[in-house]
């Protein structure tokens, strides 16, 4: 629970009034055509009386999106590199979805593959959905293993740059974007939670890049 | 901006390392270097283990009769279609197996007495039998060698077990749990004088999980909500065990101002998770919490809780439980990797990767493992014994490493503050290896079971023993 309270300050300080690039105001579409490149670090461990046993990963990935008018695609690579040779190995997940995407509500479906240099077998298929709706100022995201499946269920409040979620069965996840050009956003990302007795905690930074901005804040 | 990258820093480092437990990587340098034995504490226990229907022979039990039977589709039950038979003929050749013990320069001796032999019919005890059990311990303290003796450890009597019925069997039955208690108390008024360590259960987790979940074992039941209730039953039979023995057994054998000294004898294992994957740690988790840490649990609480999400849950008081263990006895002998398999009975599929070094059973050779165990349960501010740790090792060539780097994991871990006080190795000898057969050879002296008198002979690990054994003040006979 005290990792819980630790990840609200984190998500009110990101929530804070940043130092934004001065872009004029217009119309944002619901999803953009994006690319974006990040690393992070993972933990992943479950408890019992007195400790716990877990890894640690480096996480680097590139995830994109494409919108060919209603038409979506969504995909992207995560790579789980082990900060302790005596635990899992190396491994990765790639994951490519499809969807619909309209004014206000979008949808994307689809695979996620997760790869494990050590695992029997190597490959673990999961399926993955995200839905996003907007109600102009402010929207709502779900998805069922989303977040290159990270994440078991969320449900996410999206305000502009901002968002913060509820991680089923217990946890949170929040996330946020600085502007630092037009086309440029520094990106930050947390999750942390809890299934049964394991714990996750994720955190990653990185860059998103957006060519179709002309100048308008996205 | 500076600000949130330092409080997301440390909140991910606080998060990710502060309670973990450290993950050791011992060299085989500093394990050639350590001098295995120093450092261990006064009257530390350093023995081997054996049990009753694996080396004993002539047993007519529940084993005795799945070993002559075969699955439908005509697979026998036993590799190679071994049956325990004669065994090592322990019940005929006590003397030379106290020989070997002598010869170790072992200082304990972890058995087990066979219930099927000392009760051939409901409520008729074998008074002879029970009298060679007896001498056998006396035999053993005047050899300075003190007795832990394990109360049931796997097998039934048949009548008892139930074989002919579909259900309930064996320890899903009440009236197991009675007789077994009664059996109890027959055992403790009779061994009781010599006895101060008493095992009431051999890994109960493990009985749960081959006869009830797996199908492997008797009585080749695979149902997990069957298999997480044989595991509250046996729990239930070694609370009740815990307050016979007490109340029988209130001979001081060795002076110690402790008469009885009750434990079980669980089975750890590391569940390694096999991948970053979500679902392969939450299922580690998951076992993790039913096999190793529930029934240390019940004995803090008192109370008998499993869960298998979605199928079964179980939470119970049960009167004599908590507090019921005087000390924890700890088998440790591999690491499972964890896939999830939603589809397999135990949600995961466990294995051992192609590129770790592995016992002939292909079990994960893994010594930092029993460290990390025992500095897990540092925690239950219990004492500890190693009831087991071993290695099939057909030609005996890989156990003396084996030996030396597991005593080493326990030396540094009693160092780190753990309060180990013994160290029983499986086995003194090649054994029955239940399902597995005579194949796997697991003794300090390999037994050959072509020959009619089960001609033992010591493996290069004895050596290794004695060398530990003189290092802690002991004496190996020639």
């Given at each position: 629970m005290r990792t819980l309270f630790g990840w609200a300050a984190l998500v009110a300080l990101a929530s804070s009034p940043a130092q934004a690039v001065e872009v004029p105001p217009g119309p944002a579409p619901l999803l953009s055509t994006e690319l974006e490149a990040r690393v992070g670090a993972m933990g992943l461990a479950y408890g019992f009386e007195g400790g716990r046993w877990g890894d640690l990963y480096v996480t680097p990935a590139v995830q994109g999106r494409w919108r060919l008018g209603a038409l979506g695609l969504d995909g992207g690579v995560l790579l789980t590199v082990p900060t302790s040779g005596e635990g899992a190995g190396f491994g990765g997940r790639v994951s490519v979805r499809a969807g619909f995407v309209g004014e206000r509500f979008a949808i994307f479906a689809g695979p996620v593959v997760e790869y494990g240099a050590v695992a029997v077998p190597a490959l673990q298929i999961l399926p993955s959905l995200r839905a996003q709706a907007s109600f102009g100022a402010w929207g709502l995201s779900a998805g069922l293993f989303d977040h290159h499946a990270l994440a078991l269920a969320h449900l996410t409040v999206e305000l502009g740059d901002y968002g913060i979620g509820y991680v089923a069965p217990l946890g949170l996840t929040a996330h946020a974007r600085f502007w630092l050009t037009p086309q440029m956003a520094l990106s930050l990302q947390a999750l942390a939670g809890t299934i049964g007795n394991t714990q996750q905690a994720l955190l990653t930074t990185g860059l998103v890049f957006r060519p179709g901005n002309r100048g308008a804040r996205p | 901006m500076k600000q949130l990258f330092r409080l997301g820093a440390v909140a991910l480092s606080a998060f990710l390392t502060a309670r973990c437990e450290p993950r050791p990587q011992f060299t085989p340098q500093e394990i050639d270097a350590a001098t295995l034995g120093e450092g261990l504490p006064a009257g530390f226990l350093l023995g081997a283990a054996t049990a009753s229907h694996q080396v004993e022979g002539g047993n007519t039990n529940d084993w005795s009769v799945w070993e002559t039977q075969s699955y439908p589709d005509g697979t026998p039950h036993i590799h190679n279609q071994d049956q325990s038979g004669l065994a090592t003929d322990s019940w005929n050749k006590f003397p030379e197996d106290l020989g070997l013990l002598r010869r170790l320069g072992a200082n304990g001796y972890r058995l087990s007495v066979e219930w099927s032999r000392l009760e051939p019919t409901p409520g008729n005890f074998d008074e002879a039998a029970i009298a060679r059990y007896h001498s056998w311990l006396v035999d053993l303290r005047a050899n300075g060698i003190t007795p832990m003796v394990t109360l049931n450890h796997f097998t039934l009597p048949l009548w008892i077990s139930n074989?002919?019925?579909?259900?309930?069997q064996g320890w899903e039955r009440a009236e197991t749990v009675d007789a077994y208690i009664r059996f109890v108390r027959w055992v403790g008024e009779r061994l009781g004088d010599q006895v101060d360590l008493w095992c009431t259960i051999n890994e109960p987790n493990v009985l749960a999980t081959q006869s009830f979940l797996k199908g492997i074992w008797p009585p080749g039941v695979k149902d997990q909500k069957r298999s997480t209730q044989v595991l509250a039953a046996l729990m239930r039979a070694h609370a009740r065990a815990a307050v016979a023995l007490r109340e029988v057994d209130t001979v001081d054998a060795d002076g110690d101002g402790h008469p009885t000294r009750i434990g079980i004898a669980h089975h750890v294992r590391i569940f390694q998770p096999?991948?970053?994957?979500l679902l392969d740690a939450a299922i580690s988790g998951l076992t993790d919490d039913y096999f190793n840490e529930a029934l240390v649990r019940m004995n803090t609480t008192g109370r008998i809780q499993l869960s298998i999400p979605g199928t079964i849950s179980i939470d119970e008081e049960v009167a004599g439980l908590k507090g019921s263990f005087d000390y924890l006895g700890i088998n440790y002998y591999s690491r499972d990797f964890i896939r999830a398999d939603l589809g397999d009975p135990s949600l995961s599929h466990q294995y051992t990767p192609a590129d770790r070094p592995k016992s002939d059973?292909?079990?994960?050779?893994?010594?930092e493992g029993l460290y990390r165990v025992l500095m897990r349960f540092k925690s239950a501010g219990l004492p500890i014994y190693i009831t087991e740790n071993g290695m099939a090792d057909n030609d005996g060539q890989d156990r003396p490493a084996f030996l030396r780097a597991h005593l080493y994991a326990m030396q540094r871990a009693v160092a780190d503050g753990a309060d180990v006080r013994g160290y029983f190795h499986w086995s003194l000898m090649d054994n029955?290896?239940?399902?597995?057969?005579?194949?796997p050879r697991f003794g300090l002296f390999s037994v050959d079971f072509t020959s009619p008198d089960r001609t033992r002979t010591a493996t290069p690990a004895v050596t290794t023993f004695q060398d530990v054994a003189r290092n802690l003040g002991l004496t190996p006979q020639p």
């Open positions: - | 074989p002919a019925s579909s259900e309930p096999a991948s970053a994957s059973l292909g079990w994960d050779l893994y010594p029955f290896e239940w399902a597995e057969g005579f194949e």
